[in-house]
Structure formats: structure tokens, C-alpha cells
């Protein structure tokens, strides 16, 4: 069976000046390019919002950026704007050596429901076709690095082994947001879920 790795949202508005910066989240740009440069299957994804999505404060008048409403499918972290279809922010960051991907799954592109999984869109049952895509081509292990850590990394990763995935994280090569503790919560799900988390930071 074969590998694959999948590169989560590194995009610019998630990077250094953009709308929803995690800091550090341009660092690892040279690490994920040597990966892809080693790895024979490379999947992206693509945070893909339409204007005025549900999961931006903005379109919940009186509502701060960064806290929590009561969805449909659940609790919504508000975020703000970020990632709009066709906007400089959506775009890749132009360090990344992208060229390479077989396959771009676009996600949280339905206007009513946040998508953090490159599996399943915020209510854990919207698929996003990526397992299908996958287990068709006999990839049964996956390699995930990207932005951020916290989210849209450690809901694909605990999606990937729920789905029966061998799941490993590179850590090195991701960043966290930490939005109240959310990086040692995360990181204590994925390793009890039974995703190997791997640091190969030197030193």
C-alpha cells in the first residue's frame, strides 16, 4: 500500500500578515516542500470560504472574533473573514512548492457549516470525498503537516484514523493557534486517538 501527504491549508492568510496569522505558520514552508520533493503522493488542502460565511464574527452582528456560538451541528468558533474564494488570502503561499499535488479538496465551502477536517465538513458527516479518493488509489497511510495544529490538522488527523488511516503529524512541520489551551487539548486527542506524533526538530 502507499503514502501519502497531505498538506493542510497553507495558505497566506493563515500565514505571517494575513487575516487569520498563526505565528510561525510561514517557518515551515522549506520543511513541507522538502517532504513533497520526497513523497510520491501529494494531496492540499484549501480553506475556501464565500464571502459572509457562517464561521466569520463579521456575519454575527454584536459578535467577537474568537468566540464560540451554538451552531446547528454544534459549538462555532467565530473567526475573522479569512481564506475568501479567489482572494490574495485563499492563495497558497507563494513559497510553497505546490505544483506537485495530485489532488486540491476545497473545504468550508457551503455557506451554512465550517469545514476543519479534510474529511468531513463540522458536522462529522458531510464527506468531503478525500477517503474515497484515497482508498481508491490503495493509499492507506498518511502523513499530515500544515495549519494549524489545534484545528483543521488535528480534526483531519482524528477524522484520518477514525477512518482507518495509519496517521502520523509532524509536528515540526505544523503550527498551532492555542486559542485557550486548544494545542494541549488537541495534541492529547490525536496521541489517545492513536495518531503517531512525530517532532524532528533538532536539538
Known amino acids: 500500500m502507499a503514502e501519502a501527504l497531505v498538506v493542510i491549508d497553507l495558505q497566506n492568510d493563515f500565514c505571517p500578515g494575513g487575516a487569520l496569522a498563526v505565528a510561525g505558520g510561514d517557518e515551515i514552508v522549506p520543511l513541507v516542500n522538502d517532504m513533497?520533493?520526497?513523497?510520491?503522493?501529494?494531496?492540499?488542502?484549501?480553506?475556501w470560504?464565500?464571502?459572509?460565511?457562517?464561521?466569520?464574527?463579521?456575519?454575527?452582528?454584536?459578535s467577537q472574533a474568537y468566540s464560540t456560538i451554538e451552531m446547528p451541528y454544534g459549538p462555532q468558533t467565530l473567526w475573522p473573514d479569512h481564506c475568501i474564494q479567489g482572494s490574495l488570502g485563499s492563495d497558497f503561499h507563494s513559497?510553497?512548492?505546490?505544483?506537485?499535488?495530485?489532488?486540491?479538496i476545497r473545504k468550508g465551502f457551503r455557506p451554512a457549516?465550517?469545514?476543519?477536517?479534510?474529511?468531513?465538513?463540522?458536522?462529522?458527516?458531510?464527506?468531503?470525498?478525500?477517503?474515497?479518493?484515497?482508498r481508491e488509489r490503495g493509499i492507506?497511510?498518511?502523513?499530515?503537516?500544515?495549519?494549524?495544529?489545534?484545528?483543521?490538522?488535528?480534526?483531519?488527523a482524528l477524522d484520518a484514523?477514525?477512518?482507518?488511516?495509519?496517521?502520523?503529524?509532524?509536528?515540526?512541520?505544523?503550527?498551532?493557534i492555542d486559542l485557550n489551551g486548544s494545542l494541549e487539548t488537541m495534541l492529547a486527542k490525536m496521541r489517545d486517538a492513536g495518531v503517531t506524533l512525530e517532532d524532528h526538530t533538532s536539538g
Open 140 to 156: 492507506d497511510t498518511l502523513t499530515l503537516v500544515g495549519l494549524a495544529t489545534d484545528f483543521c490538522v488535528a480534526f483531519s
Open 49 to 62: 470560504h464565500p464571502a459572509g460565511h457562517s464561521s466569520f464574527a463579521s456575519s454575527h452582528p454584536g
Open 161 to 176: 484514523v477514525k477512518l482507518g488511516f495509519r496517521t502520523t503529524v509532524r509536528l515540526d512541520a505544523c503550527r498551532g
Open 36 to 47: 513533497i520533493r520526497r513523497t510520491d503522493h501529494v494531496v492540499l488542502t484549501q480553506d
Open 113 to 134: 457549516i465550517d469545514s476543519y477536517s479534510a474529511f468531513f465538513e463540522n458536522d462529522h458527516a458531510t464527506p468531503t470525498g478525500l477517503a474515497g479518493y484515497l
Open 95 to 104: 513559497g510553497l512548492a505546490w505544483t506537485k499535488a495530485e489532488l486540491v
